[in-house]
């Protein structure tokens, strides 16, 4: 795996890396008959497991569910109440892809405050940044609390 980072943000390599083959492992399983596009994301979490996903698409397009949010609900499924560290999306486009709008938000739900979002293709880890930089001055839990 090659890496062009720039900047080195809170997790060591290696477990940057492990994220990485995790996310890029799940991409062939992407359900993308209708984009094309196969999209891999894994998720780890505060606890250090790792949960993946991919985009599942279907006739109603609109309906899509991305890879990103797959990997987060199956986390909270397997195990409630952790925060995330850090997210991995691999994609086989030369330009890195970032999280959609609607993921963003779901992010933000679960988010610890140094979130870090990795992007990457089937060659290499691209860019790293950090999640409230991504989205910042997002809608969050304590916006409803009064
Ligand atoms: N997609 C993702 O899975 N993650 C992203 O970060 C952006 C887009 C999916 C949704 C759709 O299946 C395809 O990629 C094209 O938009």
Not at 29 to 44: E, T
Request: charged letters at 15%; proline letters at 5%.
């Amino acid at each position: 795996m090659k890496s062009n980072f720039n900047i080195q943000l809170s997790l060591d390599s290696k477990t940057k890396n492990n994220l990485y083959q995790e996310a890029l492992k799940v991409r062939s399983h992407a359900y993308a008959p209708y984009s094309g596009y196969h999209v891999g994301a894994s998720v780890l979490w505060s606890n250090g497991h790792i949960t993946t996903g991919v985009n599942v698409e279907n006739a109603s397009y609109g309906a899509t569910v991305c890879a990103e949010r797959n990997a987060i609900f199956s986390g909270i499924a397997q195990t409630p109440d952790l925060k995330i560290k850090a997210i991995c999306v691999v994609t086989d486009q030369a330009n890195p892809w970032p999280p959609c709008g609607l993921c963003r938000q779901v992010i933000a739900e679960f988010a610890l405050s140094d979130c870090l979002i990795i992007l990457g293709n089937t060659q290499l880890l691209a860019q790293e940044i950090a999640f409230k930089d991504l989205f910042p001055m997002a809608f969050e839990p304590k916006h409803l609390k009064a």
